[in-house]
């Protein structure tokens, strides 16, 4: 097939790529619609909370902490769901993911109606601040395990998926980029660079954050290599102007595509390594949870 065939591989990757970044910018716009949502519902229950319409010793402000003690324990049927082999028969998963993240969030709330934000005990205190930490905690887990499953409700990825999430391959790059052995050469260190940034992960901060930036400079020095060479090549073949834009983008596109492959790679390493750490975390404070809110319920209906 002619370079530059409309069926290329090129064309495919064109494609491809177009649709990874159509699904991450969607994933972001729902993600970060959820955070406004979230932040904009925690500071209504505030407001709520601090007008003064009610107390938390008053019927309405007693049955909202009943019903955010309640949806706080049922927080714990999805982890039930997950490690007990007859709750495993009872729906199907994402379902239960789904239920899980709704309460976390309607839980949490009904409990800052319900103290109105004023905090007469240490053991009230300790209640509120630790449920705080634990959904703060929730948060950052649900962002951890979308970067390493397909989707929020998908089964986890692994690391081949990742490596192969492109469609391209090295010595497929190789032969499509045969003409630019420069580029070549920067594409290969660019990945070997990318996989240990993704090793040392935040043991190096400043590397691994910027690795977007890396990225878009790359991506910028290759494309302008490629611009150079296929612009010699039109001159001395006489091709057309399409043609040539045609096969420029063909090869920006596998550019590219190489680029984000070798940076999901990286991000995907670290991200197992902290949605491991952050389980570690997010255990012992799930415990402390339940206890505070044990001897704050106990304290009320004692004194």
């Known amino acids: 097939m002619p370079d530059g065939?409309?069926?290329?591989?090129?064309?495919?990757?064109?494609?491809?790529?177009?649709?990874?970044?159509?699904?991450?910018?969607?994933?972001?716009?729902r993600e970060g619609a959820l955070l406004a949502f979230v932040l904009v519902a925690v500071l209504a229950a505030a407001y709520v909370a601090r007008s003064g319409l009610f107390t938390s010793a008053s019927a309405l402000g007693y049955w909202l902490g009943v019903a955010g003690g309640v949806a706080m324990l049922l927080l714990f049927l999805y982890p039930l769901r997950k490690h007990w082999r007859v709750a495993a028969r009872w729906g199907r998963a994402r379902w239960w993911f789904m239920f899980h993240m709704v309460l976390g969030v309607a839980g949490p709330l009904l409990i800052v109606l319900h103290s109105t934000l004023h905090f007469g005990s240490l053991n009230a205190t300790m209640a509120f601040a630790s449920m705080t930490l634990v959904a703060i905690s929730g948060l950052v887990g649900r962002y951890l395990y979308s970067r390493i499953h397909h989707g929020l409700y998908g089964h986890r990825a692994t690391l081949?998926?990742?490596?192969?999430?492109?469609?391209?391959?090295?010595?497929?790059?190789?032969?499509?980029?045969?003409?630019?052995?420069?580029?070549?050469?920067?594409?290969?260190?660019?990945?070997?660079?990318?996989?240990?940034?993704?090793?040392?992960?935040?043991?190096?901060?400043?590397?691994?954050?910027?690795?977007?930036?890396?990225?878009?400079?790359?991506?910028?020095?290759?494309?302008?290599e490629i611009a150079r060479l296929y612009g010699q090549r039109a001159l001395a073949e006489g091709w057309s102007e399409t043609a040539l834009t045609r096969r420029v983008r063909s090869r920006t596109?596998?550019?590219?595509?190489?680029?984000?492959?070798?940076?999901?790679?990286?991000?995907?390493?670290?991200?197992?390594?902290l949605f491991s750490w952050w389980h570690v975390l997010h255990v012992p404070l799930v415990y402390m949870l339940v206890l505070s809110s044990i001897a704050h319920v106990i304290a009320v209906h004692m004194y």
């Open 160 to 224: 081949a998926e990742v490596r192969a999430e492109a469609g391209i391959g090295s010595a497929e790059v190789r032969s499509k980029l045969a003409f630019a052995p420069a580029v070549e050469k920067r594409l290969e260190h660019f990945m070997q660079q990318a996989e240990a940034v993704g090793r040392v992960g935040l043991r190096r901060p400043g590397r691994f954050f910027l690795l977007g930036l890396a990225v878009w400079l790359e991506r910028r020095r290759c494309n302008r």
């Open 5 to 29: 065939s409309p069926m290329t591989t090129g064309g495919i990757v064109r494609a491809r790529v177009a649709t990874t970044r159509s699904a991450r910018i969607w994933r972001s716009r």
């Open 253 to 273: 596109a596998m550019v590219a595509a190489y680029l984000r492959a070798a940076q999901r790679l990286a991000q995907f390493t670290a991200f197992e390594r």
